[in-house]
């Protein structure tokens, strides 16, 4: 979630302040990646890569310059979302603690793609297109028919679509 209307770390501790400007043309293997912008000028794929390194250090922030720079924190309590002026000097706070109502999202439909396919569109283009949400067909196993309505009556909690 990103915290658009600014934010207030002071119940923050910084975990890791890392730059890597490199073309980011990979995502983090290992908890490790670049965080430059990637072949079609978009930092989705820095971002991604210093979204993966928060999740490996336990963090719960990420702030994400688009020059190559991530820090990590650590929010105990949250941060107040609600007291500081936005910001303006080019980074972005991502966190489980803001709010997410208002933001812009872009979204993909991929029904009835193969898993293999979906997989390969979102690494290829999408992600780094600067989509950030893929909706699928429902993943559970379900009734045998050829309308598309079948996907919508399961027949178990199986992931066999």
Known sequence: R???HGFKR???EAIADETDPRTAEKFAFRGKGSYGLNRFGHSTTGKYNCQVRMRMLKGDTFVFWPKGRCQIWRCHDGIDAEIE???TDGREVWSHHCNISGQNHIMAHLF???WEDIANEC?????PAG??????SPPTEHVIGDSWSTRYQPVSFKLDS
Do not use: H, R
């Not at 989509?131 to 699928?136: C, H, K, L, R």
């Open 2 to 4: 990103q915290c658009s």
């Open 10 to 12: 002071s119940n923050c």
């Open 85 to 87: 002026k936005p910001i």
């Open 112 to 114: 009835e793609w193969p």
């Open 123 to 127: 690494e290829t283009y999408l992600g």
């Open 131 to 136: 989509f950030s949400v893929v909706q699928i």
